[in-house]
């Protein structure tokens, strides 16, 4: 079956303008993760959906980043005013839901992001 | 969060067992060990959880201490695919519902030929 598909696969942008990456979880997780891991750096957690939960946005890193997930499915991380800083991967990762602590998340390939 | 200590690198030769060690010197009861990989230019991959026991799957063995501050991945005979950053992770049962993975610097594995 289909995994988690992430687009797009490379981005490159200016400093200052706003990008938008798109991510679509395996059907029927209910479960959704960012992450984002910057050069030569770990997997560092953004922000986390469960269901129809407030999602915790406990790792965003400043109020430039937001990211929603409409209908349960699709979601949108957007990053407002990009700054150089901002160059990473951005990984996301889907999951069941609340089943077991041993639940897999599935990485998507991941997002890379150029911000010149 | 309960933190882990792994090696930043190890080798090993193709078709050699391979063991990566972990420290966790503060879980807790309720912690879970997991192990992830990330292969180059992939994003992470599941590899093995286990509690307790050992656990064996078609992709590894996890080897848990008996006081679990400590556990050991086994990969019976690495190939060259198995080249990649491999990452311990605790996850508490407390914590069901919030279910972040905190990733560490993980053990960077180079397969030799």
């Known amino acids: 079956g289909a995994g988690v598909s992430q687009s797009p696969s490379n981005k490159v942008t200016e400093k200052g303008k706003d990008v938008e990456l798109r991510c679509d979880p395996i059907s029927g997780h209910t479960a959704l993760y960012w992450y984002r891991q910057s050069l030569g750096q770990g997997l560092e957690f953004l922000i986390y959906?469960?269901?129809?939960?407030?999602?915790?946005k406990s790792g965003l890193p400043s109020d430039r980043f937001s990211a929603e997930r409409t209908g349960g499915s699709v979601s949108t991380l957007t990053i407002q005013r990009t700054q150089q800083e901002d160059s990473a991967v951005y990984l996301c990762?889907?999951?069941?839901?609340?089943?077991?602590?041993?639940?897999?998340?599935?990485f998507g390939p991941g997002t890379r992001l150029l911000v010149l | 969060d309960a933190k882990t200590t792994q090696p930043n690198s190890m080798e090993s030769n193709e078709e050699e067992p391979v063991h990566l060690p972990c420290n966790h010197s503060t879980i807790s009861g309720t912690d879970y060990i997991h192990w992830y990989r990330q292969l180059p230019s992939q994003g992470p991959e599941y590899v093995i959880h286990?509690?307790?026991s050992n656990v064996n799957n078609r992709m590894a063995s996890l080897a848990i201490a008996e006081d679990r501050k400590s556990s050991t991945l086994i990969l019976h005979r690495a190939t060259l695919r198995d080249a990649a950053v491999y990452y311990c992770i605790l996850r508490d049962v407390k914590n069901f519902g919030n279910e972040k993975l905190t990733f560490g610097t993980g053990t960077r594995l180079t397969i030799i030929p």
């Open positions: 286990g509690l307790t």
């Open positions: 990762a889907s999951s069941l839901g609340f089943t077991s602590v041993g639940e897999t998340q599935y």
């Open positions: 959906f469960q269901g129809n939960s407030a999602p915790d």
